[in-house]
């Protein structure tokens, strides 16, 4: 019988295979589309290359997969998008990139520093170090773009839909109960955090970088604070269930 | 490194790195088609719900 707790470990790494391969694609369209919107070089020159890290990312995660005897996935082949149909061209633009390098790339580093801190493997934490190093610039490069994007553009309508991509970004259990498996402290030497430290992380990394962050750029936070603080309540309260 | 000290390295960083590229470049780096454009890469096609969300992340 597979230990429940490794076939856990065994899953994220999976998954994350699909994210890094996914954000490779992703990263690649950015580039050209930030091309196509005039943006400096630099900003285009970031995007491609956050797209090559993320191939060798997600080779990464195969190499990690392999080692665990675990099956390596086939990689993601959509260029998938979120950006709602209604809004312009360019508001799309600033939607994915906002979505992809602010939300999702910031919650990754937030997620590795955690890794970081509790890794004791040796290949293990190069991986994850050389993953951080990376991921600094994949989030700085949301950052950037709203540095430059503002002064052309109004981006306040990004406010409400704040929640809406750390939602996404969440996935579908993160503020769900786990199983007893995924509480086990030995996931952090397999590279995962444990659920509840993650939803802690999560809501932590919000309130005190990408809400400051979006504020920092005039855009309207209020949105993303009540969802946060919604989160942060169903949390509590299943705690205190659970107690 | 601190969760908190992101905002100072991912934020500030990255918003000190966007000003300065685009007052070396002007603003805009003469493409100027103002992101009416939209290219899919070589061989890939759009999924996802283009209704809201975003990347799953780590």
């Known amino acids: 019988m597979v230990d429940p707790t490794r076939r856990l470990a065994d899953q994220v790494w999976a998954a994350r295979h699909g994210v890094e391969s996914g954000a490779a694609l992703r990263f690649a369209s950015l580039s050209?589309?930030?091309?196509?919107?005039?943006?400096?070089?630099?900003?285009?020159?970031?995007?491609?290359?956050?797209?090559r890290d993320e191939t060798r990312h997600a080779g990464h995660c195969a190499d990690i997969l392999r080692e665990r005897r675990a099956r390596v996935p086939a990689p993601e082949t959509r260029l998938l998008e979120y950006a709602p149909a209604e809004l312009s061209p360019e508001q799309k633009l600033a939607y994915e990139v906002v979505a992809q390098s602010c939300i999702s790339e910031t919650e990754s580093?937030?997620?590795?520093?955690?890794?970081?801190?509790?890794?004791?493997?040796?290949?293990?934490?190069?991986?994850l170090h050389?993953?951080?190093?990376?991921?600094?610039?994949?989030?700085?490069?949301?950052w950037a773009y709203l540095a430059w994007a503002r002064q052309r553009m109004d981006i306040g309508f990004l406010g409400a839909w704040l929640p809406s991509m750390a939602a996404g970004t969440a996935g579908p259990?993160?503020?769900?109960?786990?199983?007893?498996?995924?509480?086990?402290?030995?996931?952090?030497r397999s590279g995962v955090v444990p659920h509840s430290e993650r939803q802690r992380v999560y809501l932590e990394t919000l309130q005190s970088v990408?809400?400051?962050?979006?504020?920092?750029?005039?855009?309207?936070?209020?949105?993303?604070?009540?969802?946060?603080?919604?989160r942060r309540g169903a949390v509590e309260s299943a705690a205190a269930v659970e107690a | 490194m601190k969760i908190k000290k992101l905002f100072q390295v991912l934020v500030l960083g990255g918003t000190a790195l966007?000003?300065?590229?685009?007052?070396?470049?002007g603003g805009d780096n003469g493409n100027g088609s103002g992101g009416q454009v939209q290219t899919l890469p070589d061989g890939g096609h759009t999924g996802g719900t283009g209704g809201g969300g975003g990347p799953v992340g780590w």
């Not at chain 1, 589309?33 to 797209?51: F, I, K, N």
């Open chain 1, 130 to 142: 050389e993953l951080a190093r990376d991921e600094v610039h994949h989030a700085r490069l949301g």
């Open chain 1, 173 to 188: 259990d993160l503020f769900r109960p786990g199983p007893p498996e995924a509480e086990d402290p030995v996931l952090l």
């Open chain 1, 32 to 51: 050209r589309r930030l091309w196509d919107a005039g943006a400096p070089e630099a900003l285009v020159q970031l995007a491609a290359r956050a797209s």
């Open chain 2, 18 to 25: 966007g000003l300065a590229a685009a007052a070396a470049c």
């Open chain 1, 210 to 230: 990408v809400i400051p962050g979006m504020a920092e750029h005039g855009v309207d936070t209020g949105p993303l604070r009540e969802w946060t603080e919604q």
């Open chain 1, 109 to 127: 580093m937030a997620t590795l520093v955690t890794l970081l801190d509790a890794a004791s493997d040796g290949h293990l934490r190069q991986v």
